[in-house]
Nanobody, 127 residues
Framework: QVQLVESGGGLVQAGDSLRLSCAVS????????MGWFRQAPGKEREFVAA????????DYIDSVTGRFTISRDNAKNTMYLQMSSLKPEDTAVYYC????????????????????WGQGTQVTVSS
């Protein structure tokens, strides 16, 4: 089991940008697929983005494609989500997640594919 700690959430206006960070404990971060999910009040947790352990492959939900960028720094055991052109519908608690199946090629879209989760960080976008 690893520990994940998100940071960077906050209250912004529509059109603004935010960068979320996810710091991960342990020495094998560079072997994990990592993902971002979000959950709005009264809704199911949904996939937002994922990145392969190598950083060379990413995937996004359609609604954030072109606005959000997922990245990672394996030397710092940290993953990021750069969010631009934020919309009120992006308001949610954002969670980072680790898939600890070493060097997995597939990027999971389902929460149950991930082994460990952070506590979440609130992102609120006002109109």
């Amino acid at each position: 089991q690893v520990q994940l700690v998100e940071s960077g959430g906050g209250l912004v206006q529509a059109g603004d940008s935010l960068r979320l960070s996810c710091a991960v404990s342990g020495r094998t971060f560079n072997t994990y697929v990592m993902g971002w999910f979000r959950q709005a009040p009264g809704k199911e947790r949904e996939f937002v983005a994922a990145i392969r352990w190598s950083g060379d492959t990413t995937d996004y939900i359609d609604s954030v494609t072109g606005r959000f960028t997922i990245s990672r720094d394996n030397a710092k055991n940290t993953m990021y989500l750069q969010m631009s052109s934020l919309k009120p519908e992006d308001t949610a608690v954002y969670y980072c997640a680790a898939d600890r199946k070493f060097y997995r090629s597939a990027l999971g879209h389902i929460a149950s594919e991930y082994d460990d989760w952070g506590q979440g960080t609130q992102v609120t976008v006002s109109s």
